[in-house]
């Protein structure tokens, strides 16, 4: 039986680097030592059957109805899994009848936030050594086309600097119909955990969602339920505290990371790169006035992606590590800093959907390429 769950396991390894956003393969196994601590072995089968794109129940049930189970007994797993964060669910009323969607998320951003409930140690650990082997260089950074992008902080924003609907976070917000959530970060209480807490702030409820993706956080239980006021309140905190603001890469985002360059594992990976701003999506960067600057270095202390340097008394920014977040610009005292457009402006897709046929096409575009090489 042993042998049986270990080809279940690479099954469903392959079935997932399938995705929009995959799930790579690496020397260590370490990604198939996390699919086992998630699921059993029954719940992997399970989870081969759907797709990135939600299926209903009862083509679900054409898969597996060979296997003896029921329709009932089926949806009772699939609604086990969907509460444990590995599998996503919906419903939709039509001609009258409820009629209910199941799908595979990608590891991340998915199944890996949903786990807030389920972390261990060890998994972090064994997540994190993921991250660092494989995941980022061979699939977050590969395609070109991030799940996140940066939008600059309000505060950052002056009156001379045209900013589009999606790069202002609270025309996201207050376009958005709802409902909100709030949950804990999962990037800092995973450092809580391993007894690194973050040096940026106390506050844990930092990561907020957005029409579905709240629908999605309270079916699973890990969120609360909060107005568009306290949202927007959670967002004034997090830019006093200098924060970095990352919405889902869509003009229409499901949530909104607040995060920080000790603790976000997307800062923190990027951040070991030469060149880390490149893999961002993010419409400005910060400059830095001469004449102005008094060299006290509170810039370079804010930043969170060691993008301002103070040299012979002088700020100077590091574009190729700027990304344009604006966390550095309203503590300035002498006000020497201001964020500026990037020569092309970067268009997010308009939902989350077109943001993963946007990856898929990408990806394909590049397999080709790698072909006719």
């Not at 794109?53 to 609604?79: A, D, T």
């Amino acid at each position: 039986m042993e042998e049986n769950n270990e080809t279940i396991y690479e099954k469903l390894r392959e079935h997932l680097d399938s995705m929009p956003v995959g799930y790579p393969k690496t020397e260590s196994g370490i990604e198939v030592k996390i699919l086992k601590y998630l699921f059993t072995p029954e719940e992997a089968e399970l989870a081969i059957k759907l797709n990135f794109f939600p299926l209903p129940l009862k083509k679900i049930y054409r898969r597996v109805k060979k296997s003896g189970i029921s329709i009932e007994e089926l949806e009772k797993k699939l609604n086990e899994m969907h509460k444990k964060g590995l599998i996503d669910f919906g419903k939709q009323v039509k001609d009258g009848k409820e009629i209910k969607y199941y799908a595979n998320p990608p590891f991340v951003v998915g199944i890996f936030e949903y786990q807030l409930k389920r972390l261990s140690k060890e998994f972090i650990k064994d997540v994190k050594q993921y991250f660092e082997e494989t995941f980022m260089e061979r699939e977050f950074n590969a395609v070109g086309v991030p799940q996140l992008r940066i939008v600059p902080i309000e505060q950052s924003i002056s009156p001379d600097l045209q900013i589009s609907t999606y790069d202002h976070i609270r025309e996201i917000v207050n376009n958005s119909r709802g409902p909100f959530a709030i949950a804990e970060c999962i990037c800092r209480k995973t450092k809580d955990i391993l007894g690194e807490p973050c040096k940026k702030t106390d506050l844990r409820e930092l990561c907020i969602t957005l029409g579905h993706g709240a629908i999605t956080y309270l079916e699973k239980g890990l969120g609360r339920e909060v107005s568009r006021e306290e949202i927007l309140e959670i967002l004034n905190k997090a830019e006093d505290i200098g924060l970095v603001l990352q919405p889902g890469n869509a003009q229409r985002p499901l949530s909104i990371c607040c995060c920080c360059g000790c603790c976000c594992e997307v800062l923190l990976n990027e951040k070991k790169l030469s060149e880390p701003a490149r893999f961002f999506a993010t419409n400005f960067h910060a400059f830095i006035d001469d004449d102005l600057c008094s060299g006290c270095g509170t810039c370079e202390e804010r930043c969170n992606m060691d993008a301002v340097k103070v040299d012979d008394g002088i700020a100077k920014v590091l574009i190729e590590r700027c990304i344009g977040c604006g966390v550095c610009v309203p503590t300035c005292p002498v006000e020497a800093i201001k964020l500026e457009k990037n020569e092309k402006e970067l268009v997010p897709p308009k939902s989350y959907s077109d943001t993963y046929l946007t990856i898929m096409k990408k990806k394909a575009e590049l397999a080709r390429k790698k072909k006719e090489i």
